[in-house]
């Protein structure tokens, strides 16, 4: 089953969509900030990033636009999931290569069907 990368300085809800993914059957580890996403993510290859956008330290802009610019992150499939909805934010999300945009409270059962289309 893929691996998920779920960053939120969130504790509450960095363990929501854990819960929501592992209980699908996907293995997930959690990240604090971008900081922390980056380090993960440079250690161990994850099929996909859900990340929220304000976080400290880093933000999940700034946090896709780093993976980006590695080479196994190039093609991999990253879901912002947020409580910002503004267009300009959106529009800057695409910009830094988000492949999709989900807006907070979400929904278990569209995150999981976002997942499923965006893993194939």
Do not use: H
């Not at 929501?20 to 604090?32: F, N, P, R, S």
């Not at 909805?85 to 278990?108: H, L, M, N, R």
Request: proline letters at 4%.
């Amino acid at each position: 089953m893929a691996s998920i990368l779920a960053v939120d300085d969130s504790a509450s809800m960095r363990k929501m969509v854990a819960f929501t993914l592992k209980g699908a059957g996907y293995e997930v580890e959690e990240a604090v900030d971008g900081v922390d996403a980056l380090t993960k993510a440079q250690i161990k290859k994850f099929d996909c990033i859900v990340t929220d956008v304000n976080m400290p330290n880093k933000d999940g802009i700034a946090l896709i636009r780093d993976l980006r610019s590695l080479p196994d992150y190039k093609y991999i499939p990253m879901l912002m999931l947020t409580t910002e909805s503004g267009i300009e934010k959106k529009q800057e999300g695409k910009a830094a290569g988000a492949t999709g945009w989900i807006v907070k409270p979400f929904d278990p059962e569209q995150l999981l069907r976002t997942l499923k289309k965006v893993l194939g």
